[in-house]
């Protein structure tokens, strides 16, 4: 896997974390797309690309949404694999219309799915029989928790569903959060479950899991527990760049994470 050292910034400062570049497998940034303009899309494109590795059209916006097959050809052409919201997948599964949902995927040219069941009630071995039949022909990305608040998962569960999903076929699993921040891995005021996360990742390894992380305070919740390389998600599109400050040290949040011990005492 090739790294990013300080000498490939515009500038060379000491004390800077590696950091995986493209194409990784850890250190994954997901961004949502909610439905942005096709010049927008350009615009970020030219700028972060080389910083994202997914593109999600966020829950239904792609039934609606213009340009969406260009933005998608875009996206694929900057080395982004983009895929349609997990909601959208559920819509169609909740009407029995699995097999229009996989031809109309693949009418875009997409080579990565959602697989999720946080909008309905779902049997976890169909779930993952929608991932396994999905992952021949797909990078498949599978997501846990519920998207309502107050619904509490044993932390238990979360690991076996987790491991299961992994195991049909997920190149990835999402640990739920929406776009909101609110739910799933997080407390209703947006505060991290720890005890879940902890949980979670004495049995799953880390770099199979992407958290999603909307709340710039999540993305250095996690970026503090596991490093400049954890995978998140959910991240907005003008976030790019101040999430990769966090990451690697250049925000004051972060600031003293790779700088030497006694730093932070020092007067200058």
């Known amino acids: 896997m090739n790294l990013k050292t300080a000498s490939d910034y515009n500038v060379a400062l000491s004390h ?70 997990g909601t959208l997948f559920e819509a169609f599964v909740a009407r029995g219309k699995f097999d229009d949902y996989q031809k109309f995927i693949d009418s875009y040219g997409l080579d990565t799915a959602e697989v999720s069941d946080g909008s309905i009630n779902m049997d976890h071995d169909s779930k993952c029989k929608f991932i396994n039949t999905l992952s021949k022909n797909f990078t498949v990305l599978s997501e846990v928790g519920s998207k309502e608040e107050g619904i509490i998962i044993h932390p238990a569960k979360w690991t076996s ?79 790019v760049i101040p999430l990769e400050t966090l990451r690697i040290g250049l925000r004051g949040d972060t600031f003293f994470n790779y700088l030497p011990e006694g730093t932070k005492d020092k007067t200058f």
């Open 16 to 85: 800077l974390p590696e950091r995986t570049m493209k194409p990784r497998e850890r250190g994954l940034t997901m961004v949502m797309d909610k439905g942005i303009s096709l010049r927008h899309a350009e615009d970020f494109v030219e700028s972060y690309a080389d910083y994202v590795d997914f593109v999600k059209l966020g829950f239904g916006t792609s039934v609606m949404s213009k340009n969406v097959k260009e933005k998608i050809k875009l996206y694929k052409q900057a080395g982004i694999k983009t895929y349609l919201g």
């Open 161 to 239: 569903m987790m491991k299961a999903e992994l195991e049909a076929g997920s190149f990835k699993v999402i640990a739920e959060a929406r776009e909101s921040g609110t739910v799933g891995i997080f407390h209703k005021n947006g505060s991290a479950h720890s005890m879940l996360i902890t949980r979670i990742t004495s049995k799953i390894k880390v770099e199979d899991i992407i958290w999603e992380t909307p709340q710039k305070s999540q993305q250095v919740y996690f970026i503090n527990l596991f490093g400049a390389n954890v995978n998140v998600g959910n991240i907005s599109v003008d976030d």
